[in-house]
């Protein structure tokens, strides 16, 4: 058996995962939107209404909203 040490993260580091996972969600919102012309807020609606179909990507459209939402209310300080 090989045992290795493991260190948790800095704050920081933890910090800087953080951003670079929102910027990361938001850029591929930002494409959705662009390509479907709907904002991600309203892709439920939109799938609702017909819009939208219910598709793998619309799916995984909602998926990406809502962990952008959760990541972006989530106090830094409840990271550490």
């Not at 058996?1 to 800095?10: D, E, Q």
């Not at 580091?13 to 390509?35: G, P, Q, V, Y």
């Amino acid at each position: 058996m090989v045992r290795v040490a493991v260190t948790a993260p800095s704050a920081a580091e933890l910090r800087e995962n953080s951003r670079h996972m929102i910027a990361e969600l938001r850029r591929r919102l930002d494409a959705l939107e662009k390509t479907y012309g709907i904002p991600s807020e309203h892709v439920r609606q939109a799938v609702r209404d017909g819009r939208l179909e219910d598709t793998h990507e619309t799916c995984t459209w909602v998926i990406l909203w809502e962990s952008y939402v959760a990541a972006t209310r989530v106090e830094p300080a409840r990271l550490e």
